[in-house]
């Protein structure tokens, strides 16, 4: 599966964005799906991901209450809608499909994750 994020931006401290990320293939709804990021200097880490049915979700403690990860399987599209945004929000975001777990804490190790988008840069300012 081939992945492309987009939506990212610049944007003040407290605005929203909201990231989408495009899959090809007729697969789409085979994979639990993570977003990630990747802060200047810093090392790639999870943020959100839902389940292949989407009836699950699980957030990285600083995404909680602030970010809403949603996917439509019939679009083969999923989102990741990022309120109250801060500086600290700021880094290379990254979707990505996992074809191996699909629910639980295993949702956030990388190394499940089969396939990675290019990834779309968010600069909040402060």
């Known amino acids: 599966v081939q992945l492309q994020a987009s939506g990212g931006g610049l944007v003040q401290a407290g605005g929203s964005l909201r990231l989408s990320c495009a899959a090809s293939?007729?697969?789409?709804?085979?994979?639990?799906m993570g977003w990630f990021r990747q802060a200047p200097g810093k090392e790639r880490e999870f943020v959100a991901a839902?389940?292949?049915?989407?009836?699950?979700?699980l957030y990285a403690d600083s995404a909680k209450g602030r970010f809403t990860i949603s996917r439509d399987n019939a679009k083969n599209t999923v989102s990741l809608q990022m309120n109250s945004l801060k500086p600290e929000d700021t880094a290379v975001y990254y979707c990505?499909?996992?074809?191996?777990?699909?629910?639980?804490?295993?949702?956030?190790?990388?190394?499940?994750?089969?396939?990675w988008g290019q990834g779309t840069l968010v600069t909040v300012s402060s």
């Open positions: 990505a499909a996992n074809p191996r777990s699909n629910y639980g804490s295993t949702l956030r190790s990388e190394g499940d994750y089969a396939y």
């Open positions: 293939g007729r697969t789409f709804s085979s994979y639990a």
């Open positions: 839902i389940s292949r049915g989407g009836g699950y979700t």
